[in-house]
C-alpha cells in the first residue's frame, strides 16, 4: 500500500474514532442534571396561605380574561427579592414565540435562583438538539441557569411527601394507580405495554406507603377493575379517567403541589432572592390570589376579600 493512501486511511479512521469521543463531549457539556427539591422546615411548611387556590371555573374565566398565554406575574415587594412568575404553555415547538420571550424576560430580570417544574429530570440542549426535538419549558429554564450559574430548584414537593400527604384521605391502592397511570398513560399512548408498566411500577411504589400496593400489572388489573369499573383496558387508555376517585384525587395533587410552589416563592423572595419561576400557566393562575395578598399587590379583578 502506497503511504499516501495509508496516510489517508490512517486518518479517516482516526476522524471516524473521533466523532463518539466528541459527541460525548458535546453531551457531557450541553447536559442539566436534574434540579432537587427545595429543602422544606418548619419555617417554610407554617408558611400561611390567606386564600385557597383559583377553582377550574375561576381559573378558566382568568385565563380567558387574559387571552392565553402567557399568564405572567412580576413581583416586586419593598425589600430586595422579587419574583418573576411564567405561566407558558407547554409545547416543544422550537418557533414558540415563548423562547424568545423567556429568555429576554430573563436578561432583563437578572435572576439569583431559577425553579422549573419537574421532579429530577434532566435535560440535553443546545445546536445540535434544540432545532430539531425543542425543549419544553423545563428544559429552557435548565438551559439559561446552567449558561449563568445561577442555581436551579424544582418546585415540585418531593414526591414522599405528596404521596404522604394524599395517604391521609386515599387508600394506598388508589394513590399508587393514580401516580402510575398518569405517567403510563402519557408514555404508552394507548398502545399496550406490559413491560412499561412493570418498570413504572417498581418507580412509582418505591416509597413509604406504597411498596405493597400495587406488585405488578396483574394487580392493576384488579384495583382498577374495583376502583374504576365500566367498559376499557388500563394498558389500552389515552387519557387519565375522568371517574371514581381520580378527579377527588388529582385536584387534592394540584393543591398540594401548588400550596408547596406558593412557599417556596414566598420563602425565597422573603430571603432576599430574585426568583424566575416558569411552571405551566394553570399554576399561575391558581396561585395568584395568595401571591398578590402575601406581597402586597393590587387585588385580582375576583379576587375575595379577606375578613380581618
Known amino acids: 500500500?502506497?503511504?499516501?493512501?495509508?496516510?489517508?486511511i490512517l486518518l479517516v479512521v482516526a476522524m471516524l474514532a473521533l466523532i463518539p469521543v466528541a459527541l460525548g463531549l458535546y453531551a457531557f457539556t450541553h447536559h442539566s442534571p436534574g434540579a432537587p427539591p427545595y429543602p422544606v422546615d418548619e419555617s417554610v411548611s407554617s408558611i400561611e396561605l390567606p386564600h385557597r387556590l383559583r377553582d377550574g371555573p375561576e381559573h378558566d374565566a382568568a385565563r380567558e380574561r387574559n387571552g392565553g398565554n402567557p399568564y405572567v406575574l412580576e413581583i416586586q415587594p419593598a425589600g430586595p427579592g422579587a419574583i418573576l412568575y411564567y405561566g407558558a404553555s407547554h409545547t416543544t415547538d422550537p418557533d414558540h414565540p415563548q423562547i424568545a420571550d423567556i429568555e429576554s424576560r430573563w436578561e432583563a430580570f437578572r435572576p439569583t435562583v431559577a425553579l422549573c417544574e419537574?421532579?429530577?429530570r434532566g435535560y440535553f440542549y443546545g445546536a445540535l438538539i434544540e432545532p430539531f426535538a425543542g425543549l419544553p419549558e423545563p428544559a429552557l429554564v435548565h438551559k439559561l441557569a446552567r449558561r449563568a450559574?445561577?442555581?436551579l430548584v424544582s418546585l415540585e414537593p418531593a414526591y414522599e411527601d405528596e404521596v404522604r400527604e394524599l395517604l391521609t384521605?386515599?387508600?394506598?391502592p388508589q394513590v399508587a394507580l393514580y401516580f402510575f397511570l398518569r405517567v403510563y398513560v402519557s408514555e404508552a399512548g394507548g398502545v399496550a405495554n406490559d413491560a412499561l408498566a412493570a418498570d413504572l411500577l417498581g418507580k412509582r411504589t418505591s416509597v413509604d406507603g406504597l411498596r405493597e400496593a400495587l406488585a405488578s400489572p396483574g394487580a392493576v388489573d384488579e384495583v382498577f377493575a374495583r376502583e374504576l369499573p365500566g367498559p376499557g383496558d388500563w394498558r389500552t387508555l389515552t387519557s387519565e379517567p375522568d371517574a371514581g376517585f381520580f378527579p377527588a384525587i388529582s385536584s387534592a395533587s394540584r393543591r398540594i403541589r401548588g400550596e408547596h410552589m406558593l412557599r417556596v416563592l414566598i420563602d425565597l423572595a422573603r430571603k432576599g432572592e430574585r426568583v424566575?419561576?416558569?411552571v405551566g400557566s394553570g399554576h399561575?393562575?391558581?396561585q395568584e390570589w395568595n401571591l398578590r395578598e402575601t406581597f402586597g399587590l393590587e387585588p385580582a379583578w375576583d379576587q375575595p376579600a379577606l375578613s380581618r
Not at 500500500?1 to 489517508?8: A, E, F, L
Open 276 to 278: 424566575f419561576a416558569v
Open 1 to 8: 500500500m502506497q503511504p499516501r493512501r495509508r496516510r489517508t
Open 118 to 120: 419537574g421532579r429530577a
Open 284 to 286: 399561575v393562575i391558581r
Open 149 to 151: 450559574g445561577v442555581r
Open 169 to 172: 384521605r386515599f387508600e394506598p
